[in-house]
T-cell receptor, first 114, second 115 residues
Framework: GESVGLHLPTLSVQEGDNSIINCAYS??????FIWYKQESGKGPQFIID?????DKRQGQRVTVLLNKTVKHLSLQIAATQPGDSAVYFC?????????????FGKGTKLSVKP | NAGVMQNPRHLVRRRGQEARLRCSPV?????VYWYRQLPEEGLKFMVY????????ESGMPKERFSAEFPKEGPSILRIQQVVRGDSAAYFC?????????????FGDGTRLSIL
């Protein structure tokens, strides 16, 4: 099986600072990883994904780093803005076309102070 | 260019009643996934369906819960004889290609409350 844990349930940052949210997973066979953002009352919103054949991927203001050696995943948000305040989940997949399940961590609540 | 649409957004049922939750995937997506979320928790996978087929139901309770994704129309998650412990947010996701190594895009969920 697979289990996913977040290092910190809450994170508070100053507007304009960079944010780093961490995630650990247990199964070395996991091959696909996604970060989602969830605002209150809404569904998870896809931010960025990475496959196990990569160790870094960049999007707009976001970077995902994957360290397969220690089974660790992080999301970096540059120049954090108030609109980034939300709960962030990492989700991990064991892969395989016949399997549907993403395994979600419990989430880190990011608060941005103006 | 609508995303995943779920309805109703809120559903209140009394114990013993049936709850029906609907999900229309992103246009062109034929793979649908259902997840359940308790307060302060991450999402827990329930079932993965492709048109007219259940592909993976490993997260679905064995009793009272069923899901379908017919050839025409939305996917339905059905909970019979609801109990208080069924109170949760239920999210549907869809993907263009199948399997958990594809991006899944979520709707805004149905919040089910059991009185």
């Amino acid at each position: 099986g697979e289990s996913v844990g977040l290092h910190l349930p809450t994170l508070s940052v100053q507007e304009g600072d960079n944010s780093i949210i961490n995630c650990a997973y247990s199964n070395s066979a996991s091959d696909y990883f996604i970060w989602y953002k969830q605002e209150s009352g809404k569904g998870p919103q896809f931010i960025i994904d990475i496959r196990s054949n990569m160790d870094k991927r960049q999007g707009q203001r976001v970077t995902v780093l994957l360290n397969k050696t220690v089974k660790h995943l992080s999301l970096q948000i540059a120049a954090t803005q108030p609109g980034d305040s939300a709960v962030y989940f990492c989700a991990v997949s064991l892969g395989g076309g016949s399997q549907g399940n993403l395994i979600f961590g419990k989430g880190t609540k990011l608060s941005v102070k103006p | 260019n609508a995303g995943v649409m779920q309805n109703p957004r809120h559903l209140v049922r009394r114990r013993g009643q049936e709850a029906r939750l609907r999900c229309s995937p992103v246009k062109g997506h034929s793979h649908v996934y259902w997840y359940r979320q308790l307060p302060e928790e991450g999402l827990k996978f329930m079932v993965y369906l492709q048109k007219e087929n259940i592909i993976d139901e490993s997260g679905m309770p064995k009793e009272r819960f069923s899901a379908e994704f017919p050839k025409e129309g939305p996917s339905i998650l059905r909970i019979q004889q609801v109990v208080r412990g069924d109170s949760a947010a239920y999210f549907c996701a869809s993907s263009q290609q199948g399997g958990s190594n594809q991006p899944q895009h979520f709707g805004d969920g149905t919040r089910l409350s059991i009185l």
